[in-house]
């Protein structure tokens, strides 16, 4: 009998651990809009997943057949790297915004890989909504607005007070000898 009710304690003890290692996650569908007008060019559907110590927002997009994903991963209590597509962002600056009532603390991540042109990219980032905005550090007009019905007002105080945020390092210019 003893050994009955000691099997059926493992058993309760280790279901409940699963319980605890489960990942969360949400999902909604949110829109996309980029180019000088923000123009509508994509709706994705966005989950966030939390598992152990790491927040995983994932963004994924359909188009005929295809479907194509862009993952963002930040450890919970770590805001100096934010990984986007595998490719680890650095933190340029933080501020906070005042939105829906609330002090929204938005995180300044630059986006560059070394051996690639023109791809150098700010992220606007919120533990809360994700990615909020991107804007190319290149091409100077060119944003990418993420669910812009919901966060339209922290976009355009962003866009209105980057003065207030770090610049993020230029892409070098490249001399080339002929």
């Known amino acids: 009998m003893k050994y009955l009710q000691l099997i059926f304690l493992i058993f309760f003890l280790s279901s409940c651990n699963d319980e605890i290692n489960k990942p969360t996650s949400e999902f909604k569908t949110i829109s996309i809009k980029s180019g000088p007008k923000n123009q509508h060019i994509d709706s994705a559907r966005f989950r966030t997943l939390v598992e152990d110590n790491i927040k995983r927002y994932e963004y994924k997009t359909f188009e005929n057949d295809s479907t194509f994903h862009q993952f963002i991963e930040k450890e919970i209590d770590n805001d100096s790297v934010l990984i986007v597509a595998g ?74 007070n980057l003065f207030k945020l770090k610049l993020s390092n230029p892409p070098s210019l490249k001399k080339t000898t002929e």
């Open 87 to 160: 490719t680890n962002c650095k933190l340029i600056d933080s501020y906070y915004f005042k939105f829906k009532n609330e002090r929204i603390k938005i995180y300044k991540y630059s986006f560059n890989i070394e051996s690639i042109a023109d791809e150098e990219e700010d992220y606007f980032f919120s533990d809360k909504y994700g990615l909020i905005l991107s804007k190319s550090i290149v091409w100077l007009k060119t944003s990418t607005l993420y669910n812009e019905e919901l966060l339209k007002p922290l976009q355009d105080s962003i866009l209105s």
